[in-house]
């Protein structure tokens, strides 16, 4: 199930716009990245033969908030209204200009983070995709704060120093929110990061973020964030703007095959199917073995009734082939005529119907008689050819002539 995971541009998508994108086809592994106008991205997609897209909301146009839903307000058909009651005073724009988005899954209890964009900004993006013929499964944020919101922010923070339309940037992730500061040392003597914080890097400022820090920092491309990015458990596809019903059907159906092949709470029912597989191998082999001696048993038997009724061969190649020439120079030797004699034929051709005419000529030659002269309609060659079967033989017409075979009894 190959997978195309696009980048969405902090702008408008257009066909001219420069988009990253990663293509799997696993879902897991990262097998092609690279980067392309989007007018020509969807033909190298359907040359890698994809089957759906998941699209990344880029840092830079999400914005987070904490908030704690009222009991009961998750089920509710008004969990939007009470969404925007939640933010509306943390948010300058109007909230019908807004996309929000919870957290996926939902917690049982306590606060949870929301997602909100630009509306028309992400439905342009989405439609432009769909156009293009693809089925949107998924939308996920470039990078989100972690699910468990924890007492100590620093406990699950990360720092990525990443390279952006702006300019070079500190993105701070944290249970406290995501932050961003442009990539100086001052933006670090505000954050005082601990020597324990991970801090990912993109090749192209991870000389200049790792001079800053002081410290040695890990190499992360965009293109292996966004494949993170789409294994997570967000999905921004909620309220007005929800990806293709197909789409996220197969995205659901990968999400479970990986973590069937995977969860540690599985291995004992992937033990069990590999188990009936053996079994169900062994077995296999067992009844081939089993076919394969009655086979031949059978062949044995065969041979040896030949071998019995006809002492003087002393080796058997082919037990039908050579009992039936020893039966043919048998009834050579006492006079007797086989089936496939001229007489015979003739005799079987002539007393399966009344011809008006004569033949004008008779062949015979290698087991074939040939009658020419005997001309029948169609209706007349049908009965003829079924009485021949009836005696053993085979008719075929051919022009103005019959040719006869001896074959098979139906």
Request: glycine share 6%.
């Amino acid at each position: 199930m190959t997978i195309l995971i696009i980048t969405l541009p902090a702008q408008a998508l257009k066909s001219a716009t420069q988009l990253d994108y990663v293509i799997s086809r696993d879902g897991s592994a990262l097998d092609i990245q690279s980067s392309a106008p989007w007018s020509l991205l969807p033909e190298s997609a359907r040359a890698a033969q994809v089957s759906q897209v998941v699209l990344v909301l880029p840092v830079q146009r999400l914005s987070w908030h904490q908030v704690q839903l009222p009991p009961g307000a998750a089920r509710s058909a008004r969990l939007r209204a009470v969404l925007e009651g939640l933010v509306e005073d943390q948010l300058l724009d109007d909230m019908a200009d807004l996309h929000l988005a919870l957290q996926t899954p939902l917690p049982a209890q306590g606060p949870t983070w929301l997602a909100a964009c630009d509306k028309a900004w992400l439905s342009d993006c989405v439609r432009e995709v769909e156009q293009a013929g693809f089925f949107v499964s998924a939308l996920v944020p470039e990078l989100a704060p972690p699910a468990a919101v924890a007492a100590d922010a620093d406990a699950s923070a990360q720092l990525f120093a990443m390279d952006s339309p702006q300019g070079p940037q500190w993105v701070h992730c944290s249970s406290a929110g995501l932050t961003r500061w442009p990539l100086q040392a001052a933006a670090l003597a505000a954050l005082k990061p601990s020597e324990a914080l991970p801090v990912w890097a993109e090749p192209a400022v991870a000389a200049q973020a790792e001079a800053l820090l002081g410290r040695p920092l890990f190499l992360q491309t965009s293109a292996q964030r966004a494949m993170l990015a789409s294994q997570g458990g967000w999905d921004l596809a909620q309220f007005g703007i929800v990806a293709s019903r197909r789409g996220r059907n197969l995205r659901h159906i990968a999400q479970g095959l990986r973590h069937f092949s995977s969860a540690p709470r599985w291995r004992p029912v992937r033990w069990g199917l590999w188990a009936v597989l053996l079994v169900q191998v062994l077995g296999l082999n067992g009844y081939s073995y089993q076919q394969q001696a009655l086979v031949n048993q059978e062949r044995r038997a065969m041979q040896a009734a030949f071998t019995s009724t006809f002492p003087k061969v002393q080796a058997v190649v082919d037990a039908p082939v050579q009992m039936q020439r020893e039966v043919d120079q048998l009834r050579q030797r006492s006079g007797q005529l086989a089936p496939d004699d001229a007489e015979v034929m003739l005799s079987a051709l002539m007393q399966s119907a009344n011809f008006a005419a004569v033949p004008t000529a008779v062949h015979y030659q290698n087991g074939e008689l040939r009658v020419e002269g005997l001309q029948l309609a169609a209706p007349a060659l049908a009965d003829l050819t079924r009485a021949l079967q009836a005696r053993g033989y085979t008719l075929q017409a051919q022009g103005a002539a019959l040719a006869l075979r001896v074959g098979s009894r139906p």
